[in-house]
């Protein structure tokens, strides 16, 4: 049953969810451990949830992080990651590079555009001889 009513003058709707009581009790003992109540762990869960879904429709403007790890010693890498990022610096916000060993390196590329064209860095990124994983945070703003 699903039923939803506005609260007048306080800008919100309040609604009622069936569920399984095992799965409200998973979520109950959950959202404490976090600190939340439930309205805000729904309104959060709500919000990735639609997130996830514009991110696999491929459409829509986010932001967030490319984290490369790359082995520094593989000749000619650092240039074509310059290169890559030069190509897409309108997505580009900011960089963190980081040394974590003598031959291995993190680097953080903040990104703020359309999704496909973040996804289209992130895999000629991913492609590159050296590079030894990439993880993708996307959001929508």
Not at 34 to 43: E, H, P, T, V
Not at 46 to 63: F, I, P
Request: hydrophobic content about 45%; some cysteine; aromatic content about 4%.
């Amino acid at each position: 049953m699903l039923g939803s009513w506005l609260m007048k003058g306080k800008g919100v709707v309040r609604f009622s969810v069936s569920t399984n009581p095992n799965l409200l009790e998973d979520f109950d003992q959950a959202i404490r451990r976090l600190g939340y109540d439930r309205s805000k762990a729904i309104q959060a869960a709500m919000r990735n949830y639609l997130g996830e879904l514009k991110l696999s429709e491929g459409v829509g403007l986010v932001a967030g992080a490319l984290v490369v790890l790359y082995n520094h010693g593989t000749v000619g890498l650092e240039g074509k990651l310059t290169d890559i990022q030069h190509e897409f610096q309108h997505l580009i916000t900011s960089t963190l590079h980081v040394h974590l060993t003598e031959d291995v390196c993190l680097e953080i590329i903040a990104v703020r555009g359309q999704v496909k064209e973040t996804r289209e860095l992130a895999q000629k990124i991913m492609v590159q001889r050296g590079v030894m994983q990439l993880k993708l945070a996307l959001v929508h703003p």
